[in-house]
């Protein structure tokens, strides 16, 4: 849902997300758009993806995890999920600046990653990533939470205590009321941020 309210697709883009693994999302997102390219550093997610296929136009692409592949084209979109939040400063800042590199001019990258202010939680703080789409010249167009960490809902969800037609309610519930929430973040929440390449 975070994601649908951001995308705005034509269906003529490109799309890469990295940090594929089993394709759901780039699957998921096959249908409205022209191609995805699935950037994946374990061998064995991507042959889980290719198992699973449901869309033929998306690839998937074996990524060593210090050379980024070469892709054929700039993409229009740069989708990366729980990827980024578990690298320090440096490797952040790099990464960013790698990916930012795939997309075109006028270009978005969507990201959800965790951020924490906790010190003894291992997880970048909101201004880390901040610092790192500046350094990489991305402008973040907007930035908000859209889920509590460790929250119980998660946990009776996660063991099947809420019966899964009520999680279309829970999610639009969540997201309206996570961006009303500034302060402090206590352990940890998943953020959305939307950039875009300046040219």
């Known amino acids: 849902m975070a994601l649908e309210e951001v995308l705005e697709l034509k269906g003529d883009e490109i799309v890469l997300d990295f940090g ?47 050379h980024f592949p070469v892709l054929p084209s700039a993409v229009d979109r740069l989708l990366s999920l729980g990827v980024l939040q578990i690298m320090g400063t440096e490797s952040l800042k790099r990464t960013v600046s790698q990916l930012a590199q795939y997309l075109k001019p006028g270009g978005r990258m969507i990201l959800i990653e965790q951020a924490s202010d906790n010190p003894k939680v291992d997880r970048p703080r909101v201004q880390g990533y901040l610092d790192a789409f500046a350094e990489a010249r991305l402008a973040c167009l907007r930035h908000y939470p859209i889920r509590r960490g460790r929250s119980g809902l998660l946990y009776l969800i996660r063991y099947g205590w809420i019966p899964k037609t009520w999680l279309g309610s829970i999610a639009r519930r969540e997201l309206r009321t996570m961006r009303e929430k500034e302060g402090r973040i206590g352990y940890y929440r998943d953020f959305l941020f939307l950039l875009e390449k300046r040219s």
Request: aromatic fraction near 10%; hydrophobic fraction near 45%; charge should be negative.
């Open 20 to 66: 594929c693994g089993s394709g759901r999302i780039a699957y998921w997102i096959a249908p409205q758009v022209r191609k995805v390219f699935g950037v994946e550093v374990t061998s064995e997610m991507i042959q889980l993806a290719e198992q699973n296929r449901t869309a033929e136009n998306v690839e998937f692409v074996l990524y060593d995890g210090a």
